[in-house]
């Protein structure tokens, strides 16, 4: 049995509303949303910087979780989905948990945001306020999952830039979704997940490769503010790797 679990992520940041009002109003979007540490060579707002933190806290992750033995004995994996407020000062509070798959995985993910370390903190209307973040945490073991996408790149359509307004993704759900390798060859997908998040709710639907009805309906659903994800599984030497495309829908 492998002793390091492979831990793949997605954020879902929602609409830019408060659910509480006054001096101590929670944001479940902003201007700009906190940064993980570690990002400082790249511009505030820049996507550059954006990319870098998420790869900082998928890095930091995968370092500080522990896959329960617990959770080993019993060939657990899936996806625990967490919830937690990034206060003004950047600290980590009020950690939830939304969705559990047992054998002690969603303690060892409370654990792990407890013991995060500050966040730069999300700015909005020219200070800084909370935010809550809904977090996925994918737990899976090494031996079936690689948790490296580099080198493989989404396309659908032509759908290249991060913001994308509703019109466009449904102009493209008739256009199939391809993943290409470093060198321009097209990959066979395993699996097709798309996921939306908005006003602290994640829906996931997937299907084997194909845009499902489904899929289609989740779309023409979708609000402006909301974090979706087209991801797409592959294998490689008998590894599973995800390949994931971000947007944020800006219209």
């Not at 790869?55 to 617990?70: D, G």
């Not at 303690?107 to 809904?134: C, D, F, Q």
């Not at 908005?198 to 490769?209: D, E, Q, T, V, Y």
């Not at 023409?220 to 030497?237: W, Y």
Request: one cysteine or more.
């Amino acid at each position: 049995m492998p002793t390091k679990a492979i831990l793949l992520l997605l954020f879902s940041f929602s609409a830019a509303l408060c659910f509480a009002q006054g001096a101590d109003s929670v944001y479940t979007n902003a201007e700009r949303m906190p940064y993980f540490p570690g990002c400082t060579a790249y511009y505030v707002g820049s996507k550059e910087r954006r990319q870098c933190s998420n790869q900082s806290l998928k890095t930091y992750i995968f370092n500080h979780i522990i896959y329960p033995q617990a959770a080993k004995d019993a060939n657990l994996e899936g996806a625990v989905y967490v919830r937690f407020i990034v206060d003004e000062l950047g600290n980590v509070q009020q950690p939830q948990l939304l969705k559990n798959i047992g054998g002690g995985c969603g303690i060892a993910a409370l654990e792990m945001l407890t013991n995060m370390p500050n966040w730069e903190p999300a700015y909005h209307r020219g200070k800084n306020v909370k935010v809550s973040l809904e977090l996925p945490i994918h737990f899976y073991f090494k031996d079936n999952l690689d948790d490296t996408q580099e080198g493989y790149s989404i396309a659908w359509g032509n759908l290249t830039e991060y913001n994308v307004s509703k019109k466009a993704l449904r102009r493209n759900l008739k256009v199939p979704i391809q993943v290409f390798n470093a060198e321009g060859g097209t990959i066979t997908m395993s699996t097709l997940q798309f996921s939306y998040g908005k006003n602290r709710k994640l829906i996931n639907k997937a299907s084997s490769g194909n845009i499902t009805n489904a899929m289609e309906k989740m779309v023409k659903k979708m609000r402006k503010g909301g974090q979706f994800s087209v991801i797409a599984t592959i294998q490689k030497n008998g590894q599973f790797i995800e390949v994931v495309k971000d947007f944020m829908v800006s219209k």
